[in-house]
């Protein structure tokens, strides 16, 4: 009888996409989402490619400031 619920709950598991996400969600999901946000934290909350650019010095008594260099690029499609 034991035997039976085991193997109903096991293909309702194997075979019901809803389900089966729920589990691993309860297996997996929490501690994955732990270690992201962990992860995330050491970029500085940036995502990957982001591009900063830091404004220019609002030191009036530096005149000698012209710009910044040019900065070669390629573009990719």
């Given at each position: 009888m034991l035997f039976k619920y085991l193997f109903i709950i096991t293909l309702i598991i194997l075979f019901?996409?809803?389900?089966?996400?729920?589990?691993f969600y309860l297996l997996v999901g929490r501690q994955l989402v732990k270690e992201q946000?962990?992860?995330?934290?050491?970029h500085g909350g940036r995502r990957e490619g982001e591009i900063r650019v830091d404004p220019r010095p609002s030191n009036d008594s530096d005149t000698r400031y012209k710009g910044g260099e040019y900065v070669d690029y390629e573009e990719i499609k």
């Open positions: 019901v996409p809803p389900v089966r996400r729920f589990v946000k962990r992860n995330g934290n050491v």
